[in-house]
């Protein structure tokens, strides 16, 4: 299973993002994780391979929005009012088993891809 991560970038303060990962498809639940610089990697989202339960962070609720194409093998993470603090690489994760007590925790998630980077300008 490869997973390919796109749509990082430059963007100020107060912009959105979108970004997308290509995976597996059905039968995976998919997730979103964050690593800034000297931290450790952080859940940022996840979604059930139908798309029945959504998870976030509770400290990104109402600006992150995370959805799923299974028709195209997509992972998509609307992110909208940017912070500096949301500075990090992002990655796309999938799971063929997973619990929702689970979700958080980045060894619980069987497949990473590459990450692709978000800088947020202040």
């Known amino acids: 299973v490869q997973l390919q991560a796109s749509g990082g970038g430059l963007v100020q303060a107060g912009g959105s993002l979108r970004l997308s990962c290509v995976g597996p498809?059905?039968?995976?639940?998919m997730g979103w994780f964050r690593q800034a610089p000297g931290k450790d990697r952080e859940f940022v989202a996840a979604?059930?391979?139908?798309?029945?339960?959504?998870t976030y962070a509770d400290s990104l609720k109402g600006r992150f929005t995370i959805s799923r194409d299974i028709t195209k093998n997509m992972v998509y993470l609307q992110m909208n009012s940017l912070k500096p603090e949301d500075t990090a690489v992002y990655y796309c994760?999938?799971?063929?088993?997973?619990?929702?007590?689970?979700?958080?925790?980045?060894?619980?998630?069987?497949?990473w891809g590459q990450g692709t980077l978000v800088t947020v300008s202040s």
């Open positions: 979604i059930r391979w139908n798309g029945g339960t959504i």
């Open positions: 994760a999938a799971a063929s088993r997973i619990i929702l007590s689970q979700l958080r925790i980045p060894s619980s998630w069987e497949y």
């Open positions: 498809g059905r039968g995976y639940s």
